[in-house]
């Protein structure tokens, strides 16, 4: 994970081509990463890159008595 004020723009770029060309050199087909729901900017620079929504998820919990 890499914390939004640590890169700019131009370093996240280069992260994620350098990921993408990993990928590709190890075999793989495609590239999964996540957000929350609530991230407008986080959605739109994933769209952007080219990554494309494939659903939505909301995780649950239940605390169990001791």
């Known amino acids: 994970m890499v914390e939004a004020d640590a890169v700019s723009v131009t370093s996240a770029w280069r992260l994620r081509r350098a990921a993408e060309q990993d990928a590709r050199a190890q075999g793989l087909s495609e590239l999964a990463s996540d957000t ?29 008595p001791r």
Request: aromatic share 10%; hydrophobic share 40%.
């Open 36 to 64: 929350w729901l609530d991230s407008a900017d986080s959605r739109g620079a994933h769209l952007a890159c080219g990554f494309e929504e494939t659903g939505r998820v909301v995780h649950f919990r239940k605390p169990l």
